[in-house]
């Protein structure tokens, strides 16, 4: 039955032995748990119940931690049976295990493709070697298997359990955070609850009651008069702690079948609330795809539950479903695109002392940054690094950069990816270069200009998929390829010391000093840009008369917009104006979590989260008058007012202070338009004492908005409090063009801009033609 194989090794044989009294014992403890009437306390995600993947986790196994070329130690790894959190055993004296949450886990990487793995063990372990990549700053757990069978055991065995987590729908992701802190609070693990453990586990969600609500509570599932909460009695004490009288009333109110929610009642809802251009088709898809009663489903009925299912998922969500892929023209010039771009992309932290990592440049293209720096300095050897000139920052190989880039450019969008150089080599140190982007890069790498005549506008995101572009200096002019005029103009008066091979892949982004937008004009070709610092460029678009100028120059030029130098811990300026000017590469830094970066994610989260947002057509067209600083918008397009009908209800936010048991958040909503002066605006709630779990608030907010193209709005959580400033607790921010009306679901981000999978803030909103 255990499949024992023979064996000459004594060793080996006493191991395996061991392993399959193992799997005996997480077997009989599955059996055990999956026929006991507890069985909420059981994790087990769905679809997964006797899987081998999942059992191979929870029985886990020997693993060699490699820290450093020393230090390399073997740990046994193993996943708790709440199927969350992975824990590995610490050889400190009095050390509790290590232990992290799958949530946390980014990705899964095979192989020596981590710099710790490259750097500390050699190629030959290749195929023992893997990764766990966390979100964030939190550094790679870098380990090794006995085999490579092992190793891909681990790694499709974790990838298995982390894509089964992330798309588990918000209503299981509420069970699985729910039940995960009655496990906690359960302290002798006997599966019961005493009303002790109850006031300790309402404290783990969030919510701080007196002793008698909780003692009521406590005695009215309490149906055994046992003084614990057991089984059915626990499921009672769930459903009466997660029951959630705001959907209650909505469901009531068109729930007009015999209690249920018909077809004709779901599409009376979807046309009169949700404002939809719903059809009969529309109500039955719904019901056919969130309806969870089978009864219900073959009546063409929807339950509350299935009410409940639909708004907490991608069709009642606040973000338009359409809007989750690429839906905009991707034929247009790239100069008509604001592009997701980074500034000091090699940094993890700050700019005096903080390291540099291929790791960060991975992190910004997984995020669909497509536009990344390269600051490149001479490096020992003969081969050039790129970290910040003339600090205490780490150095990273030039080439390693390039391969990494090259392996995740495309994972996340196939849209082009623009490599501005930054270049402080010496020639001979430049003609690696160049050669290195040729090598590694290889076709994907654009060297000429597409077509065989000289161009006179960019070419499109559509036709330079997957495909790189070079930001640099150029010796000459683009149609000296197609002349065979190789004239180097002004070398000598600008004493410019440049490769020829590096030169020549700068096709589309030559790098030009900026003068004045006349001499831009009269004077530059269209793949002739200019970087603008940022109290330059926001000088530009704030001086009477030339943000409309400004405007007109990105119609038929890109501009790169960085942060000031002075911003020594990485810190952000406010992203916003310079999109109002039309400004396509409005570089920030990735690594630090602060608002403007939450902005930005706001910005490129619509057309498929793709990098690439295609400009208003007033940002586009020659004959636009359009002054973002003016009260008096010379622009054809609609105003609207956006009603917040009401700031409803917030469930499941996170704890602040996760030191202190007792502490519980006093939340409040802030709204926050940002878009053209006129248009900025900010509102809040009233906070709520004590209850992070279901705060309900019932606050109407309206917002006239003059220009809907351009507003972001952001809906921020804080924690309240009198004698200091407001702890953040979560934010969503999105587009104003992709806002769905009638009652939605926000989902809640954490400071580093990750879904926190349990919480969500509940709305209802119109957006309509303003009078």
């Known amino acids: 039955v255990l499949g024992i194989k023979k064996t000459q090794d004594c060793t080996y044989l006493l191991q395996y032995l061991t392993k399959c009294f193992l799997e005996l014992h997480v077997y009989f403890k599955i059996q055990k748990a999956e026929t006991c009437v507890t069985a909420p306390f059981v994790l087990t995600p769905a679809g997964l119940e006797g899987d081998s993947d999942l059992q191979f986790l929870l029985l886990g196994g020997k693993l060699v931690k490699v820290r450093s070329k020393s230090w390399k130690h073997g740990r046994y790894f193993k996943l708790e049976e709440d199927c969350q959190t992975f824990s590995h055993e610490s050889k400190k004296a009095f050390k509790q295990n290590h232990t992290f949450s799958i949530d ?31 979100k964030g700053r939190k550094k790679n757990l870098d380990l090794m298997a006995e085999s490579p069978e092992d190793v891909n055991k681990w790694v499709s065995s974790l990838e298995k359990i982390i894509n089964n987590m992330h798309n588990l729908s918000n209503q299981k992701k509420s069970e699985h955070w729910i039940f995960s802190c009655i496990r906690k609070a359960d302290k002798n693990g006997d599966n019961m609850m005493t009303l002790k453990e109850v006031k300790h586990f309402l404290r783990q969600i969030n919510v701080e009651v007196d002793d008698s609500y909780a003692a009521d509570l406590f005695k009215k599932c309490d149906t055994s008069n046992s003084d614990t909460l057991e089984g059915e009695e626990i499921k009672q004490f769930y459903e009466m702690l997660t029951r959630r009288e705001e959907i209650d009333i909505i469901y009531g109110k068109y729930a007009q079948t015999e209690g249920q929610m018909s077809d004709r009642d779901l599409l009376n809802f979807l046309l009169n609330e949700q404002r939809e ?37 991608d069709d009642g969500c606040i973000l338009n479903p359409a809007h989750r892929s690429v839906y905009q023209d991707m034929n247009q010039p790239l100069n008509h695109y604001y592009i997701s771009s980074s500034h000091n992309t090699y940094l993890m932290a700050d700019q005096l002392k903080g390291p540099s990592s291929t790791e960060a440049y991975i992190k910004a293209l997984m995020k669909s940054c497509r536009c990344v720096e390269l600051d490149c300095w001479d490096g020992a050897n003969g081969e050039p690094v790129i970290y910040h000139g003339h600090t205490l920052t780490s150095k990273v190989l030039f080439k390693d950069v390039i391969k990494a880039i090259k392996d995740y450019a495309f994972k996340t969008s196939q849209y082009p990816v623009i490599l501005s150089l930054e270049n402080h080599c010496t020639v001979e140190q430049q003609k690696l270069m160049a050669r290195h982007l040729v090598f590694f890069l290889g076709d994907a790498l654009v060297k000429k200009p597409l077509g065989d ?18 930001k640099g200096k150029r010796l000459n002019k683009l149609d000296s390829i197609f002349t065979n ?112 970066m939450h902005l930005n994610q706001g910005r490129f989260l619509m057309n498929g989260f793709c990098g690439y947002i295609l400009k208003p057509e007033f940002q586009r067209n020659l004959s636009s ?37 007792k502490s519980i958040v006093d939340p409040l909503v802030k709204v926050e338009i940002h878009g053209v002066q006129a248009d900025n605006a900010s509102k809040e709630t009233h906070h709520i004492e004590n209850n992070g779990f279901n705060p309900m608030w019932n606050k109407k907010f309206q917002f006239d908005i003059s220009v809907p193209e351009l507003a972001l709005v952001r809906f921020l959580l804080e924690d309240h409090d009198t004698a200091s400033q407001n702890d953040f607790i979560g934010q969503y921010c999105l587009p104003l063009t992709s806002v769905q009306n009638g009652y939605r679901h926000v989902p809640v981000l954490n400071k580093r801009g990750d879904n926190i999978s349990s919480a969500s803030l509940f709305v209802h909103l119109m957006l309509l033609d303003a009078p």
């Open 453 to 470: 005549t000289m161009p006179t506008n960019f070419p499109s995101p559509e036709a330079l998929k997957g495909k790189f572009l070079i």
């Open 485 to 596: 005029n190789n004239v180097i103009e002004d070398g000598t008066k600008s004493n410019i010391k440049l490769d020829k091979e590096l030169s020549d892949i700068v096709i589309y982004c030559k790098s030009v000093h900026f003068n004045s937008f006349e001499h831009a004009r009269e004077n530059q070709a269209f793949y002739e840009m200019s970087s603008f610092k940022e109290s330059k460029a926001f000088n530009l678009a704030e001086t009477s008369g030339k943000p409309t100028a400004f405007m007109h120059h990105n119609m038929d030029k890109l501009s790169r917009i960085y942060p000031a130098g002075s911003r020594t811990d990485s810190s952000n300026y406010n992203p916003v104006p310079m999109w109002n000017v039309g400004c396509q590469i409005v570089a920030l830094n990735f690594q630090t979590n602060s608002k403007e």
């Open 625 to 661: 008058q359009f002054n973002p600083n003016s009260d008096c918008h010379v622009i054809a397009s609609v105003h609207f007012c956006l009603t917040i009908q009401q700031v409803i209800s917030a469930q499941q936010l996170p704890k602040i202070n996760k030191e202190k048991q």
């Open 277 to 313: 251009q719903a059809t009969a088709e529309d109500a039955h898809r719904l019901i056919e795809k969130y309806e969870v009663d089978k009864t219900a489903k073959q009546n063409n009925c929807m339950t509350k539950d299935g009410f409940l299912m639909y708004l907490q998922q």
């Open 104 to 134: 946390d886990i980014e990705s899964v990487r095979k192989g020596r493709h981590s710099e710790g793995l490259k750097k500390y063990t050699d190629a030959s372990v290749e195929d023992l070697c893997f990764s766990i990549i966390f």
